[in-house]
């Protein structure tokens, strides 16, 4: 296209973006006015895509990190020929593809969810580290921010990574509006101020007037041939470009024009042009291939193992076994035992320092790709990342997470590195599988069954060494449960998992020679939780116990709740649980002081016992 072919593809995509705000009452026709232009050269002359083919090896990867500005995605679409301009015009409605965000749940061209400001560019890192150190099939990644997210820290940890890892295969478009939701940016339309901060990380920095499209046009071509360094375009537009009654205006965001008939005619009405975007090259993957037989390892019963030992030996045999296993690490694979795959398999780790939110962000871009990410770090961390997480929930994204040093088992180093709150965080998360072994076979068993599950999954794993009780070849199903003593007699159910399983057999020794009898439930899925066998011990023994090394919210005392909330009796129940602030102690000191020791399990036990014959 020369460039007044250009100018009106943009200005198509504008008109376009204004009706599609219109018919829903609702959007960011403005936040994709000044963005018009970016998008049209770069869809005309630069992307190499095959909308037919959205899986293609060879595709350049495109993210909206403002997904507000969704309007102008969907409009570059139907000028692309992806859409018709009936669906375009059912954008926000019930039922409609064209979501107020853009999803991959619902158009397979969309690589990553976004919306939650500041994630496009961090998921956009992970995506051309997949392309730079593992698909190597010369695809380009292209990520369109706005100025106001640039505040986020995330896009900073994401900068300083894309530089350090020198990802010449990325480019980031700025489009510097100046305006944000209630006013002007912190540094308005000062170009240089954003070039300082990317060229402190190692990047190429272009200043470009961002509705000349000849300008435009160059910019992404010298990005193109950069070498050894990410891009940043920092483009300087005008929020609303070319309705005066809106242009560069606060006050508009979020809302559809106020005179968009208007509007369209001093565009210059509706036009109907297609772009005929650039095929990709021939390319083809092969990392999902498996590249040999591989067994997980075992350890005899009695042995003591660390259940992060055990996680690190597992990932490291799945990694022999499957070519698209990858790990990544936030400057603790020492601590987490990542580092045991590192050493075997460092072509496919990738050390993510201590940067949570982009440790996740990089999951979620490698997940995108077709790779099977296992990202971790202590439990507590995070919490940092919950944000990309739930995102990655949003996206559909098949990532593994593997929180370790849970709860205050960790000892001496306080509550500061305690992971309290996991559980009930992971839990929450939309879709999501959460796993809590208690030994090293029963760990190796749920990191292999994780590759193959959908959504984020998450498995917790405990500093200390604990005897190994289930046999190499026993079988964990996701959604089961398994218990370790029952008889007819049972009077009382002690519910547990990881570290308190080991508790909870020694609390129902003691309570066995006093007399009572108790049955003994490992409830190693938390979430999906083994209703059935729960239900069962309530109705056999009446009595149930809940310990966990968690705070009582939202941890494994509420995932058994879930059991119970069909409108049956729920039983009579206590939930033991980290309820103080922890300091600074043994792991055993730690448990007595939290009350879910054996000793402090069985006096609650005996104390329900005993209630329960009195009543």
């Given at each position: 296209?020369n460039?007044?072919e250009?100018?009106?593809?943009?200005?198509?995509?504008?008109?376009?973006?204004v009706?599609?705000?219109?018919?829903?009452?609702?959007?960011?026709?403005?936040?994709?006015?000044?963005a018009?232009?970016?998008?049209a050269?770069?869809?005309?002359?630069?992307?190499?895509?095959?909308?037919?083919?959205?899986?293609h090896?060879?595709?350049?990867?495109?993210?909206?990190?403002?997904?507000?500005?969704s309007?102008?995605?969907?409009?570059?679409?139907?000028a692309?020929g992806?859409i018709?301009?009936?669906?375009?015009?059912?954008?926000?409605?019930l039922?409609?593809r064209?979501?107020?965000?853009?999803?991959p749940?619902?158009?397979?061209?969309?690589e990553?969810?976004?919306g939650s400001?500041?994630?496009?560019l961090?998921?956009?890192?992970?995506?051309a580290?997949?392309?730079?150190r593992?698909?190597?099939?010369?695809?380009?990644?292209?990520?369109?921010?706005g100025?106001?997210?640039?505040a986020?820290?995330?896009?900073?940890?994401a900068a300083?990574?894309?530089?350090?890892?020198?990802l010449?295969?990325?480019?980031?478009?700025v489009d510097v509006?100046?305006l944000g939701q209630r006013?002007?940016t912190?540094?308005?339309?000062d170009?240089?101020?954003?070039?300082?901060r990317?060229?402190?990380f190692?990047w190429h920095?272009?200043?470009?007037?961002?509705?000349?499209?000849?300008?435009?046009?160059?910019?992404y071509?010298?990005?193109?041939?950069?070498?050894g360094q990410?891009?940043?375009i920092?483009?300087?537009?005008l929020?609303g470009k070319?309705?005066?009654?809106?242009?560069?205006?606060?006050?508009?965001h979020?809302?559809?024009?106020?005179?968009?008939?208007?509007?369209?005619?001093?565009?210059?009405?509706?036009r109907?042009i297609?772009v005929?975007?650039?095929?990709p090259?021939a390319?083809?993957?092969?990392?999902?291939?498996?590249t040999?037989d591989f067994?997980?390892?075992?350890?005899?019963?009695?042995?003591?193992v660390?259940?992060?030992?055990?996680?690190?030996?597992?990932?490291?045999?799945l990694?022999?076994?499957?070519?698209d296993i990858?790990?990544?690490?936030?400057?603790?694979g020492?601590?987490?035992?990542?580092?045991?795959f590192?050493?075997e398999?460092?072509?496919?780790?990738?050390e993510?320092?201590?940067a949570?939110?982009q440790?996740?962000?990089?999951?979620v871009?490698?997940a995108?790709r077709?790779?099977v990410?296992y990202?971790?770090?202590?439990a507590?961390?995070l919490?940092?990342?919950?944000?990309f997480?739930?995102?990655?929930?949003v996206?559909g994204?098949?990532?593994?997470?593997?929180g370790?040093?849970?709860g205050?088992?960790?000892g001496?180093?306080g509550p500061?590195q305690m992971?309290?709150?996991d559980?009930?965080m992971m839990?929450?998360?939309?879709g999501?599988?959460v796993l809590?072994?208690?030994?090293?076979?029963?760990t190796a068993r749920?990191v292999?069954?994780?590759?193959?599950?959908?959504?984020?999954?998450?498995?917790r794993?405990?500093r200390g060494?604990s005897?190994?009780?289930?046999?190499?070849?026993?079988?964990?199903?996701?959604?089961?449960?398994?218990?370790l003593?029952?008889?007819g007699?049972?009077?009382?159910?002690l519910?547990a998992?990881?570290v308190?399983?080991?508790?909870a057999?020694?609390?129902?020794?003691?309570?066995?020679?006093?007399g009572?009898?108790?049955?003994?439930?490992?409830?190693?899925?938390?979430?999906p939780?083994d209703?059935a066998?729960l239900r069962r011990?309530?109705e056999?023994?009446?009595?149930?116990?809940?310990?966990?090394?968690?705070?009582?919210e939202?941890?494994?005392?509420?995932?058994?709740?879930?059991?119970f909330?069909?409108g049956r009796?729920?039983?009579?129940?206590?939930?033991?649980g980290?309820?103080?602030?922890p300091?600074s102690?043994?792991p055993?000191?730690?448990?007595?002081?939290?009350?879910?020791d054996a000793?402090?399990i069985?006096?609650?036990?005996r104390?329900?016992v005993?209630?329960?014959?009195?009543r």
């Amino acid at each position: 296209m020369n460039t007044g072919e250009l100018t009106d593809l943009g200005q198509q995509l504008r008109v376009d973006s204004v009706r599609a705000a219109a018919a829903a009452g609702s959007g960011h026709p403005t936040s994709s006015m000044s963005a018009a232009d970016l998008m049209a050269v770069l869809l005309a002359h630069h992307l190499r895509y095959d909308f037919d083919r959205p899986a293609h090896p060879g595709n350049d990867r495109f993210v909206l990190s403002k997904g507000h500005a969704s309007p102008l995605l969907y409009s570059a679409y139907k000028a692309a020929g992806a859409i018709d301009d009936e669906e375009l015009l059912t954008f926000r409605k019930l039922g409609s593809r064209l979501e107020g965000h853009p999803t991959p749940q619902r158009l397979p061209w969309v690589e990553t969810a976004t919306g939650s400001l500041g994630q496009g560019l961090p998921v956009g890192v992970g995506i051309a580290l997949a392309g730079k150190r593992l698909d190597r099939t010369g695809y380009r990644t292209w990520v369109l921010c706005g100025d106001s997210e640039l505040a986020e820290g995330s896009v900073w940890e994401a900068a300083e990574h894309a530089g350090y890892e020198h990802l010449d295969n990325l480019t980031v478009i700025v489009d510097v509006n100046r305006l944000g939701q209630r006013g002007p940016t912190r540094h308005g339309h000062d170009l240089d101020a954003y070039a300082r901060r990317f060229q402190a990380f190692d990047w190429h920095t272009i200043e470009v007037d961002g509705h000349d499209v000849d300008a435009v046009d160059r910019a992404y071509g010298e990005a193109a041939s950069t070498k050894g360094q990410p891009t940043a375009i920092l483009a300087r537009t005008l929020k609303g470009k070319g309705v005066e009654g809106v242009q560069d205006r606060e006050g508009l965001h979020g809302k559809p024009l106020p005179e968009a008939e208007e509007a369209i005619t001093a565009l210059g009405g509706p036009r109907d042009i297609r772009v005929q975007v650039q095929e990709p090259p021939a390319a083809r993957m092969l990392h999902s291939v498996h590249t040999g037989d591989f067994e997980l390892p075992r350890w005899d019963k009695g042995e003591e193992v660390a259940t992060r030992n055990a996680f690190g030996e597992a990932l490291t045999a799945l990694g022999t076994g499957r070519g698209d296993i990858v790990a990544l690490d936030g400057e603790v694979g020492d601590s987490t035992r990542a580092e045991f795959f590192a050493k075997e398999h460092p072509d496919r780790y990738f050390e993510c320092y201590i940067a949570e939110q982009q440790l996740v962000a990089s999951a979620v871009g490698l997940a995108s790709r077709g790779w099977v990410p296992y990202a971790a770090t202590f439990a507590a961390f995070l919490t940092r990342a919950y944000d990309f997480v739930r995102m990655a929930s949003v996206s559909g994204a098949g990532i593994n997470l593997v929180g370790s040093h849970a709860g205050v088992a960790i000892g001496e180093d306080g509550p500061s590195q305690m992971g309290l709150e996991d559980l009930a965080m992971m839990r929450a998360v939309h879709g999501s599988t959460v796993l809590y072994p208690c030994d090293a076979n029963q760990t190796a068993r749920l990191v292999g069954a994780m590759a193959g599950l959908e959504g984020v999954r998450y498995l917790r794993t405990s500093r200390g060494e604990s005897p190994v009780i289930y046999g190499p070849d026993e079988e964990f199903p996701v959604g089961g449960s398994k218990v370790l003593r029952s008889s007819g007699q049972d009077r009382l159910t002690l519910v547990a998992a990881g570290v308190t399983v080991h508790e909870a057999l020694a609390a129902a020794e003691a309570l066995e020679q006093e007399g009572i009898a108790v049955r003994v439930i490992d409830l190693y899925s938390v979430k999906p939780v083994d209703r059935a066998t729960l239900r069962r011990a309530a109705e056999e023994t009446g009595c149930l116990v809940t310990v966990e090394d968690h705070h009582p919210e939202g941890g494994i005392g509420d995932a058994i709740l879930d059991a119970f909330t069909d409108g049956r009796p729920v039983p009579r129940l206590v939930r033991l649980g980290v309820r103080t602030m922890p300091g600074s102690a043994s792991p055993e000191e730690q448990l007595r002081a939290s009350g879910i020791d054996a000793e402090s399990i069985a006096a609650a036990g005996r104390l329900l016992v005993e209630e329960a014959v009195v009543r």
